[in-house]
């Protein structure tokens, strides 16, 4: 089992900055992908970005290249989510993900075997 607390979260004004972080716990001895989704009103989970076992390898959504920036940090069981330049359509509830036993880089949502609670992230006009 591993859980996942994701925070960071807030709201910011459009061209702002916020940085997520998603802390593991439980079976974190293992080699773990990681990645984040989020989830906007009225819309499905989509990708965002992410990070292979080691933070060697990153991959993002077309969306979000050049503004947001995936890393983590395995001494300390954290993966983290820069975003800046901020728009009001990245306005979302960010979830992250956990494979653990898995070294690559993973895009679906079913690749994924733990998920945190989701933390809100409001972008205003």
């Known amino acids: 089992q591993v859980q996942l607390v994701e925070s960071g979260g807030g709201l910011v004004q459009a061209g702002g900055s916020l940085r997520l972080s998603c802390a593991a716990s439980g079976r974190t001895k293992s080699a773990c992908a990681m990645g984040w989704f989020r989830q906007a009103p009225g819309k499905e989970r989509e990708f965002v970005a992410a990070?292979?076992?080691?933070?060697?390898?990153?991959y993002y959504a077309d969306f979000v290249k050049g503004r947001f920036t995936i890393s983590r940090d395995n001494a300390k069981n954290t993966m983290y989510l820069q975003m800046n330049s901020l728009k009001p359509e990245d306005t979302a509830v960010y979830y992250c993900?956990?494979?653990?036993?898995?070294?690559?880089?993973?895009?679906?949502?079913?690749?994924?075997?733990?998920w945190g609670q989701g933390t809100q992230v409001t972008v205003s006009s």
């Open positions: 990070i292979n076992w080691s933070g060697s390898r990153t």
């Open positions: 993900a956990a494979r653990p036993d898995y070294y690559g880089i993973y895009v679906r949502e079913n690749n994924y075997d733990y």
